[in-house]
């Protein structure tokens, strides 16, 4: 049975840095399909980072790309998400979430996440101006 367990969120500053976590069990990266969502009160949820592993491929929205760095533990299994230069349009729900084969531009496209039958309980980012 899969399950997901994020860690890190947190309040911060405007311009200041979170490293969120992502802790599966019953799925490695080779598994399937890896991405970080983030829903905001009143908006969509929306895709920020996908990896397919298996392919190679890594997907960043565009409203994330060049301040949000994936990487993996492959150690200790676990997944992170750095945010650095955090805005005040960050502040969300971020969630993690697998599933089998789904290419990583998939996750950043409009309704990204739909299919993903697996999700952690979430971690609240605050970012404060």
């Known amino acids: 049975q899969v399950q997901l367990a994020e860690s890190g969120g947190g309040s911060v500053a405007t311009g200041g840095s979170l490293r969120l976590s992502c802790a599966p069990s019953?799925?490695?990266?080779?598994?399937?399909?890896m991405g970080w969502f983030r829903q905001a009160p009143g908006k969509e949820r929306e895709g920020v980072f996908g990896?397919?592993?298996?392919?190679?491929?890594?997907e960043y929205a565009d409203t994330v790309k060049g301040r949000f760095t994936f990487s993996q533990d492959n150690t200790e299994n676990t997944l992170y998400l750095q945010m650095n230069s955090l805005k005040p349009e960050d502040p969300a729900m971020y969630s993690c979430?697998?599933?089998?084969?789904?290419?990583?531009?998939?996750?950043?496209?409009?309704?990204?996440?739909?299919?993903?039958?697996?999700w952690g309980q979430g971690t609240q980012v605050t970012v404060s101006s």
């Open positions: 979430a697998v599933e089998g084969f789904r290419p990583a531009s998939m996750v950043v496209d409009v309704n990204g996440a739909n299919g993903f039958g697996y």
């Open positions: 990896v397919f592993a298996r392919s190679g491929s890594e």
């Open positions: 019953g799925f490695t990266l080779l598994s399937g399909c």
